[in-house]
């Protein structure tokens, strides 16, 4: 039995240390799966029916719109599936040229009016690495669309075997992020085009321009954001992509050990990204007695030939070209002589995040999708209010 000597040396001993207060939301915040957003009901005749060959919705009777189950509290490496982040994936094919590929997309419609933001991914990521940023701009902006490509030669978009299939050049590249903005308006019977906003990062960066650059979307384009590319740094880091390359493993025992190595080596800093992201980047070889099974899906050491196609006069395309310009960067390191010149005359909005890496919209999701939604209000022509004619003030008897 504790003597009343020892009672008092423990409480002055237990007073003594220090208070700690567990925050559940702060143990959970980085690593759980968020809720599940809520999409509006697609008004389009065929967005409600799964019988299109282009279209796959998933069933009901499958529950996979449900939120994933047995997420555990602590750090998970568990894959994310896409159906969290978008209503359905498109499966796009143009048949009047056969060297055309079949583009896979993900999708979510617009509501009424409400734009549509068409996301490029950079070299080597996928569609998917939009998917937790476009859930977050329709928190913001719920009327907001989000369709998300996977560029030839990556994700699960297909091409035939030649040569000209395996172009990866940017007119390549810009010819069908077009082809799959116009047949999905085809494949989701819009009778227009919605408000677009243009998305890219880095060299999605650079395909976007050029599209906009094409004007060939004519007034349906307000505006295009370019993620952590400019011309004078993507030059000159080529110099040392092959060195970044060779330190990259050839594979992974497993698809989480994938997962956990974006986030060891702080490739991508938001596990939920991460989580949603990587699978798309890998895929199982499925050769008999390889201890590293899970392959990357892209050979970037063979795009080497149009890595300088990609990048020279990005800069004079970004500032020439119509529409709103917004670019985002880890740093204003990365901004060369033509961009500084042009920001300090205004010719386009500029948001720095220092403490994002080079995936910024994976990095930071939030305040990513925030700079986007501010950027499609602030070019929305929607809202815009004239002022009345001077013949409608004088028939309704007005003074001018």
């Not at 925050?23 to 697609?42: A, G, I, K, Q, S």
């Not at 799964?50 to 719109?65: D, K, M, R, W, Y």
């Not at 698809?255 to 956990?260: P, Q, S, V």
């Not at 205004?346 to 999708?369: C, M, N, R, S, W």
């Amino acid at each position: 039995m504790m003597s009343d000597l020892q009672k008092a040396w423990a409480k002055n001993r237990l007073s003594a240390l220090p208070a700690e207060s567990f925050d559940e939301r702060e143990e959970d915040e980085n690593d759980r799966v968020p809720e599940l957003p809520e999409h509006t009901d697609d008004d389009s005749s065929s967005a409600s029916s799964a019988s299109s060959t282009g279209t796959v919705i998933p069933s009901p009777s499958q529950n996979l719109f449900a939120r994933p189950q047995g997420a555990p509290r602590g750090r998970s490496l568990h894959q994310i599936p896409w159906t969290t982040y978008f209503q359905r994936e498109l499966f796009l094919h143009d048949p009047s040229n056969p060297h055309n590929p079949t583009i896979h997309a993900y999708l979510t419609s617009p509501v009424g009016k409400g734009p549509l933001f068409v996301m490029h991914h950079g070299a080597g990521s996928s569609g998917l690495s939009f998917a937790v940023v476009g859930d977050e701009i329709r928190k913001r902006l719920p009327t907001a669309g989000i369709l998300s490509i996977d560029a030839r030669g990556h994700g699960s978009t297909t091409t035939t075997p030649d040569g000209e299939s395996a172009s990866l050049s940017l007119e390549t590249l810009s010819a069908d992020l077009l082809s799959a903005i116009f047949l999905t308006q085809q494949e989701m019977k819009w009778p227009e085009l919605p408000p677009i906003i243009l998305v890219g990062h880095s060299l999605g960066g650079a395909v976007v321009t050029e599209v906009a650059k094409t004007g060939e979307l004519g007034s349906s384009l307000l505006g295009y954001a370019v993620l952590d590319v400019v011309e004078g740094s993507a030059i000159d880091a080529l110099q040392s992509m092959h060195s970044y390359l060779s330190t990259r493993p050839v594979g992974f025992p497993t698809l989480e050990a994938g997962i956990d190595w974006h986030i060891r080596t702080r490739t991508i800093r938001n596990s939920l990204s991460a989580r949603t992201s990587v699978p798309a980047l890998l895929r199982l070889d499925e050769t008999a007695g390889d201890p590293r099974p899970w392959k990357w899906r892209t050979d970037l050491g063979a795009t080497q030939p149009f890595w300088e196609n990609w990048f020279v006069g990005l800069s004079k395309k970004f500032l020439g070209a119509r529409g709103g310009k917004l670019l985002l960067l880890a740093g204003t390191d990365r901004l060369d002589t033509e961009l500084t010149i042009g920001q300090m005359q205004g010719k386009y909005a500029l948001q720095v995040f220092p403490e994002a890496g080079h995936f910024i919209h994976e990095d930071l999701p939030e305040k990513t999708a925030i700079s986007l939604v501010d950027f499609h209000k602030r070019n929305d022509r929607s809202a815009l209010v004239l002022p009345p004619k001077v013949g409608d003030l004088l028939k309704e008897g007005k003074k001018v």
